[in-house]
């Protein structure tokens, strides 16, 4: 099996530099996700290599290790991961995991592997950030290779993912959910890499790493089942939905194949994924018209042009996660990323039959059928004469609203309804200040209570945090 060569590692790094590029280095300072196995201690070595031959590219690594504290033995791997850092020359810190105090855990594979999944994040994100400005630009790479990608695919198929579901993880995205996520970028250089390679590349460096035994117990998690049963092709899994969405990706893939076969498949989804989001940018330059902020006004193409549905459903996805009061970046925000719920959208907007009228299916978005008038201005329009969906936050229910009604301090900054950065002055003699929702597109209203039981409206600076783009 062949090694990873420094030509070839430097270019996956090229793909997944964040769209600004890495300016003079690597945004100061990337930081690796740790775990003490021979994915990251391989990504590592070969970041290492890559800035002793590009001392401009990158400046200085560093590398965090999250201490589940799952095991006895967790606190000496961690304390093996290390010492192995700082034996390449590259700063290491051992962080706890962040477990939620209060969990609404279930019993099932998939709630106990996102409630690590979480732990583990929430960790990473603060020794990401720890002592650095908050207006600073943050890199976190993460060694996920190709034996990953088709765990993931088979784990979205599994929930019902579209076929632009099935490119897997991106190799670069913002990490999102806040403002600060935002300006936050994930990236992932071995995307296209086998295990077997990356075991190779350790083998030929000596490098030593840890063996994380509970990987390989298939009754622990949904993704050690599948990962169990791609060991194991020719015997079907016990689990019928794994057995089911294996069976899927593997007739995609050519039916016939085996796992290489599956992973060439899901890389050539991956590509795939950029094209599609190149054809929705250019899409929305040549269909999006100006709107209130927060919402998305898409225009109908004048004659009907027929979109591909990856592409349909790459727009959808898209518009929700821009619109929706859920995290930036979560499933919730694009409907769960259900194909059934991007399916129904996608039948309304593109091929709207019968009596057209305002809808909802899911990440809390409500698209409502506009014409345009010749001034800009637009209206809402429920018959064939529309000329457009205007996208935007579902109004909530009317015993909900008190619940956006946030109390904010003086010289305070907070994210309001997961979409709005709000910024209070630091006033003398101000009294309660208070942030509610605002009319039918449900938009920050920040006021002062005052003594006598009034209100006065207050002005602050606010700024929607959402963007467009792709990634």
């Known amino acids: 099996m062949s090694v990873i060569t420094p030509g070839e590692f430097a270019r996956y790094l090229n793909a997944c530099k964040p769209p600004n590029g890495w300016g003079k280095s690597i945004i100061d300072p990337p930081a690796v996700a740790l775990s003490g ?5 391989c990504l590592l070595q070969l970041l290492r290599k890559h800035a002793v031959a590009s001392p401009s590219l990158v400046r200085m690594l560093r590398s965090i290790t999250i201490d589940h504290g799952l095991q006895s033995t967790s606190r000496a791997s961690a304390q093996r991961t290390h010492a192995r850092a700082l034996a390449m020359g590259v700063p290491n810190v051992i962080l706890p995991a962040a477990w939620d105090t209060n969990p609404t855990l279930g019993s099932t594979k998939t709630a106990i592997e996102e409630f690590a999944r979480k732990a583990r994040y929430k960790a990473l994100w603060g020794g990401l950030w720890k002592d650095c400005s908050p207006e600073e630009t943050q890199t976190l790479m993460f060694a996920h290779h190709a034996d990953d990608q088709l765990e993931t695919v088979i784990m979205r198929t599994m929930r019902g993912t579209n076929n632009y579901g099935m490119g897997g993880m991106r190799a670069v995205r913002r990490w999102g959910i806040t403002e600060q996520g935002m ?30 035994v509970t990987n390989f117990m298939p009754d622990l ?18 689990d019928e939905n794994i057995r089911r969405a294996i069976v899927r990706v593997r007739a995609l893939a050519g039916g016939v194949g ?18 599609v989001d190149q054809e929705v940018n250019s899409y929305i330059r040549t269909h999006i018209r100006p709107s209130p902020s927060s919402t998305f006004l898409l ?35 694009e409907a769960g990323r259900r194909s059934e719920s991007i399916d129904r959208i996608a039948q309304h907007v593109f091929q709207p039959t019968g009596n057209i009228r305002p809808f909802t299916a899911g990440a809390q978005v409500l698209w409502t059928p506009v014409a345009i008038r010749p001034d800009g201005s637009i209206r809402r329009r429920t018959d064939k004469l529309h000329q457009g969906w205007l996208a935007s936050r579902q109004p909530p229910p009317a015993m909900a609203k008190s619940v956006l009604a946030v109390e904010a301090k003086l010289g305070m900054e907070l994210l309001w309804d997961n979409r709005f950065l709000v910024r209070i002055p630091a006033r003398e003699n101000q009294c309660r200040v208070l942030i509610r929702p ?29 963007t467009l783009d792709a990634i």
């Not at 605002?438 to 002005?459: A, C, F, N, S, Y």
């Open 183 to 212: 300006r936050t970028w994930i990236c992932r250089p071995l995307l296209g890499v086998s295990k077997e390679r990356i075991l190779a590349t350790c083998e030929a460096d000596n490098i030593e790493y840890e063996q994380d």
């Open 438 to 466: 605002q009319g039918r597109l449900v938009l920050p209203e920040i006021v002062q209570m005052l003594k006598d039981g009034t209100h006065e409206q207050i002005e602050c600076e606010t700024r929607f945090v959402r």
């Open 37 to 41: 196995g021979p994915d990251s201690l």
């Open 258 to 275: 085996g796992i290489e076969d599956m992973r060439a498949y899901v890389g050539r989804m991956a590509d795939r994924v950029v094209q």
């Open 299 to 333: 225009v109908r193409p004048d004659p009907p042009t027929s979109l591909p549905s990856d592409v349909q459903a790459a727009l959808i996805h898209r518009i929700l996660r821009y619109a929706s009061p859920h995290p930036w970046g979560s499933p919730e925000s």
């Open 221 to 238: 998690t949904v993704r050690n089942a599948i990962r169990h049963a791609l060991s194991r092709l020719e015997q079907p899994p016990a």
